[in-house]
């Protein structure tokens, strides 16, 4: 469904075409409601306490950013226009700040006032929140160099990144292409196929699983313990899950220490070799460090990758110009995936914490208050993005776009996404005679992460 569209069909459900703030959010500081700024991402407070900051807000809470709407999981773009427009640099009426500026997130993201150590900031009293820094999920996030900021973010960050280099992500590109083959050949004969369970999950988790040295054929429990740990990091949660993220973390956990003593006892030529080889040479990493260094890479090397070439497929067969022209312009394809991420990001939002007092747009940011970084808004921010809810591979400027962050913590797998995404999603768009299955379509129900459940799609069948 086009942006225009949406937008028409929520002032028709809503009866208006625009809402204003109200007393319960604000564009700039307002009564928010008491303590609701200190969880480290809105995933992670406490149910209880997150339905008084309701009760205190009253009647229409949501205000600008309706985070219960089913419009904002089927379509979150015409809501970020909204709120860029009425409210750019916006207090959420449950207490953290939504930018949705090209220009603040930007800013933002490389701004050193701002970290991402949410147990280094004072007053984010993260021992409230979800049972303490000691609960499995806090405790292994806070152990992720997602979560760190320098020194110790750059110390993590410096031992996985010479796996991520350049020459070793192009060294890589044979294999990600033999695996691709193998996958469009396993259902070519078929003539159907889920891409996401069938093609856009095995690849990069088979990729990451090879870097890393770990058995490929516990995959499928990689994915169980990869989708409840997303969940877990939703800005709306329940009880049931936090508690399967804190199950997943740990069980994840355990699998890991075993693989790594295994591999003590018997070292491999893979990346959990290198890092246990770097943790006893040097002691730079403790074995908690090492292990939730692994964990992380195994989460982010699949999940965000998957979401790319789904969400840039699905894209793709909704504009069918598009793809008649990568499909005559493979050399196109570099530009296309920046602008496939950009028009559907799939990571929608990220949290920082201000480190101190800092003004953005007018705004006073107090130390402390977590602000979130609307990705997907800036992604189709008019100011940078001409005409930012079309699709067009060819955009010029596609490579600004803001889904792999920036500064220290830009991501580390960006290049290893792209390039399985150079491969994948042209070796799909080829397969003749595609075709969606509209009504087979499923999308989960996730806000920070905008992803696909299944993605059905048919084709002639015959011999790759």
């Not at 006892?265 to 080889?277: E, H, K, M, Q, V």
Request: hydrophobic fraction near 40%.
């Amino acid at each position: 469904m086009k942006l225009d569209h949406a937008a028409a069909n929520h002032s028709k459900r809503t009866g208006r075409r625009s809402v204003h703030a109200g007393p319960t959010g604000r564009a700039c500081g307002g009564p928010a409601t008491p303590h609701m700024s200190l969880a480290m991402n809105p995933a992670l407070e406490v149910p209880a306490a997150r339905a008084t900051a309701e009760r205190q807000a009253g009647p229409g809470a949501e205000g600008l950013f309706p985070w219960r709407d089913p419009g904002l999981l089927a379509d979150p773009y015409p809501y970020y226009h909204r709120l860029r427009a009425e409210a750019p640099v916006y207090r959420d009426p449950l207490g953290f700040w939504l930018l949705s500026r090209y220009t603040d997130v930007s800013a933002v993201a490389r701004d050193p006032r701002f970290g991402k150590d949410f147990s280094a900031v004072e007053g984010t009293r993260v021992s409230v929140i979800r049972g303490g820094v000691e609960a499995p999920m806090v405790a292994e996030l806070l152990r992720w160099m997602l979560y760190r900021d320098p020194p110790d973010h750059r110390r993590l960050r410096i031992l996985a990144a010479k796996a991520f280099s350049p020459r070793m992500i192009q060294g890589m590109r044979a294999r990600v292409q033999q695996i691709v083959d193998e996958l469009i050949g396993d259902h070519s004969e078929r003539g159907a196929m889920d891409v996401i369970a069938d093609f856009a999950f095995v690849l990069p988790v088979t990729v990451i699983c090879e870097l890393l040295g770990l058995p490929t054929e516990e995959r499928d429990q990689c994915r169980a313990w990869a989708e409840a740990v997303s969940r877990g990091l939703d800005p709306l949660q329940t009880p049931d899950t936090v508690a399967r993220a804190d199950v997943a973390v740990l069980e994840m956990t355990d699998y890991v220490r075993r693989v790594v003593a295994l591999r003590r006892r018997s070292p491999g030529d893979d990346l959990l070799t290198a890092l246990i080889s770097a943790e006893e040479e040097g002691s730079r990493l403790d074995e908690p460090e090492l292990i939730s260094t692994v964990n992380l890479l195994l989460f982010a090397g699949h999940q965000t990758t998957r979401d790319l070439i789904g969400n840039g497929l699905l894209a793709l067969l909704e504009h069918p110009a598009e793809t008649a022209r990568l499909i005559e312009d493979p050399p196109l394809i570099g530009n296309a995936v920046d602008e496939l991420t950009r028009y559907d990001s799939p990571v929608q939002m990220v949290p920082r914490w201000a480190r101190e007092n800092v003004e953005i747009g007018g705004c006073r940011i107090p130390a402390g208050d977590q602000v979130s970084l609307l990705l997907g808004a800036a992604n189709r921010d008019p100011e940078l993005f001409p005409e930012p809810d079309s699709l067009d591979l060819g955009r010029p400027n596609a490579g600004s776009l803001v889904s792999f962050g920036g500064g220290v913590h830009f991501c580390l797998g960006a290049a290893l996404a792209r390039l399985e995404a150079q491969i994948g999603i042209p070796a799909l768009v080829r397969l003749p005679e595609l075709r969606l299955v509209e009504d087979a379509v499923e999308r989960r129900q996730q806000r920070a992460l905008r992803s696909l459940q299944a993605l059905p799609v048919t084709f002639r069948p015959g011999p790759p």
